[in-house]
């Protein structure tokens, strides 16, 4: 194997792995708030929010994530929706917001099931002895189900992270500049179909590692003791 095109295409690989961090980071952010708002709303005992929330994640989880990818890239401009253009994150931003409330929307349907059996495991006694105490309803959630519930779903939140970076790659059909995206630039330049994967592989292997170290350390400091 030849890894000689690596002093000069290496930028190609760290632009790519760094912009697949910033995709997959606010993929996370927006899918868990997402995800929780739709686990409070399955749990709510108002029949239309429920609905709504298991419609939701059915049919999300039972889509493949291409489909949706291009009905959101393709299929809303159709309908007169687009992303905006901000000239201070360049001509892709349109193209990057495509690719972040796609994953968003996928990774929300499955970290709702996650918060949902998060918060069914918490013991009903807390928010009894909450409301006791005066809270509502709503505080009751907020201050003592909420917490220990994100506690409990840390690692599967971490597994997520973690699978949301992997499947970010999907977004270089659209033409993202994330890694994969410019691993297949690479093989092109070089005419080398293999080691740029390789090297792809390495670069996804380390950050997928790093990160399950990182939420091992997190779990450990907020297990009780």
């Known amino acids: 194997m030849d890894f000689s095109f690596i002093p000069q295409y290496y930028g190609f ?8 961090i910033i995709l997959s980071v606010f993929t996370v952010l927006l899918g868990v708030v997402l995800g929780m708002l739709l686990a409070l709303m399955r749990l ?6 429920k609905l709504i929330s298991v419609s939701y994640i059915e049919f999300i989880r039972g889509t493949p994530l291409l489909v949706q990818l291009y009905i959101i890239y393709y299929g809303l401009p159709k309908i007169g929706i687009h992303f ?3 000239p201070a994150f360049g001509s892709a931003f349109p193209d990057f917001m495509a690719g972040i409330v796609t994953l968003s929307i996928n990774s ?3 970290v709702a099931e996650t918060f949902r059996a998060g918060i069914q495991a918490i013991d009903k006694g807390q928010m009894e002895a909450a409301r006791s105490l005066g809270m509502t309803q709503s505080m009751a959630m907020r201050f003592v189900v909420l917490p220990q519930a994100f506690r409990n779903v840390l690692p599967a939140l971490g597994n997520e992270f973690i ?5 970010s790659s999907i977004v270089s059909i659209i033409g993202l500049s994330e890694l994969m995206y410019n691993t297949d630039t690479v093989k092109g330049n070089t005419f080398q179909p293999f080691e740029p994967l390789i090297v792809a592989a390495v670069i996804y292997f380390v950050m997928t590692f790093a990160l399950s170290k990182l939420l091992g ?3 450990r400091r907020m297990s009780p003791l």
């Open 13 to 20: 690989f760290l632009e790519g792995a760094k912009n697949t």
């Open 44 to 49: 709510s005992k108002v029949t239309p929010l």
């Open 84 to 86: 905006p253009d901000v």
């Open 108 to 110: 929300a349907a499955y």
């Open 163 to 167: 699978v949301v970076i992997k499947e």
């Open 217 to 219: 350390v997190a779990e």
